[in-house]
Structures are given as C-alpha cells and as structure tokens.
C-alpha cells in the first residue's frame, strides 16, 4: 500500500510555543489530506480536510486559528499548532488519499506533549 | 456517512479466527464498508473495504450481508500481532471524510 509519513514522531515543547508536524505522501499524490487527533483510551477525532492549493475545512469545535494547516502541495501537508498549551498535548494523525483510490492510507502519528 | 456500531471489545484464541461484527443498518447503496485497525500508538492500517460482494486479501475477509445492513472482518488465523482496535466505517468512494467511531478492541490470548 502506499506510505505516508509524519515528522516528528514525537515533540516536546514549552507551553506558549508553536509546533509544525509534517505529512507526507511518499509515493503518490494526495488530493486530499486529513488532520485527527487521538487521546488516550479514545478513537480519532477529525479535525479537518485539505485539499491541495484549497483553505482547509474545520470541523465543528476545532479552532482554526489556534490549529493551522496548509496543504502547498500535493505531497505535503502541515498542521502547525499556534501556542500550544497543556490542554494541547495529544496523538495527531495525518491521512492522505489519492484521487484514484477509495481507502486512506494513515501516517504513523506524532505524539505532542505541551510542557 | 451511515452510522455504524461495533461490540466495544473481544477475546479471541491464537489461532483461532477472530469474527468481528458491524452493523450499518442506515448504509445507503453508494457507501463502501471499510476497515481500520489501530495497534497501540500507531497510525490506523487499512485493512480491507467491500460494497456488496464478499472480499479477501491477504490480510483478511469481509463478509456483507445480502441486505448489505451488517458485516463481518474475518481474520483467518489470528496470532498475537492482531491484536488491535478495529474500525469499521461506511462512507462514499468519492472525497468524503473518514469519521471513527469507539472501534472494537481485540484481544488475541496465547
């Protein structure tokens, strides 16, 4: 299947600063990408949906000033979260899909811890 | 994207085949059934998708009811490494957004 890949794996960072994961299709082109997170003992949450050189689609309750994404590309998506605070601390997987397949394939997730 | 509801969690012997029932009785005719499975700490893995007709991979089978209301993942033979929690999720075969719901927690017991 096809890959997708996030960096970093893991982050940690001062509360108050901003941190940037990246995503990644490594071998093919993703139209679509999807931003989740995860907490403990919880299953994903969508935050949002971008598609490429399109402004990103906010679910209901996710701050779209506070959780940036840019998808420039279309191999590459960014989720920069704007002054990160404990609360903040969380598992974050990207997923991507190519036009010309049905699944999503997921990267393997970044794990934030806000100090 | 139809609802769809899972048992929250199961047991299954290593080596035995691990069953895992969906019910998505609200499915309408254009949604695939997928499946997801979750290892702790990792991204979800695809695992396999069907819309009406039964499906194998290598991985596993996917078993929909003629109604097309229920499914069941069937992993053949299942060893320690299945362990996971499994997603089951209908939605369209065009951009629409993947939305999980609690999944079922396998386990798989030596």
């Known amino acids: 299947g096809a890959v997708v890949s996030q960096h970093p794996s893991w982050v940690i960072c001062k509360s108050g600063t901003s941190v940037k994961i990246e995503c990644r299709s490594l071998?093919?082109?993703?139209?679509?990408m999807f931003w989740y997170r995860q907490f403990p003992k919880q299953s994903l949450m969508l935050m949002a949906t971008?598609?490429?050189?399109?402004?990103?689609?906010?679910e209901q309750g996710v701050e779209k000033d506070k959780f940036l994404i840019n998808h420039a590309s279309l191999t590459l998506s960014t989720l920069t979260v704007t002054s990160a605070h404990p609360e903040d601390s969380s598992f974050y997987i990207c997923?991507?899909?190519?036009?010309?397949?049905?699944?999503?394939?997921f990267g393997p997730g970044t794990r934030l811890t806000v100090l | 994207d139809a609802k769809t509801t899972q048992p929250p969690s199961m047991d299954c012997a290593e080596g035995r085949a691990a069953n895992l029932p969906c019910n998505h009785s609200t499915i309408s005719g254009n949604e695939y059934v997928y499946w997801y499975r979750q290892i702790h700490s990792q991204g979800p893995q695809y695992i396999i998708h069907?819309?009406?007709n039964n499906e194998t991979n290598e991985m596993a089978s996917l078993i929909i009811t003629e109604d097309r209301k229920s499914s069941t993942l069937i992993l053949p033979h299942a060893t320690l490494r299945d362990t996971a929690v499994y997603y089951c999720i209908a939605f369209k075969t065009s951009y629409d957004k993947v939305i999980f719901g609690p999944g079922t927690s396998l386990s798989v017991i030596p």
């Open positions: 071998d093919f082109q993703a139209t679509t």
């Open positions: 971008s598609n490429e050189g399109s402004k990103a689609t906010y």
């Open positions: 069907g819309l009406k």
């Open positions: 997923s991507a899909r190519a036009g010309i397949y049905n699944e999503q394939f």
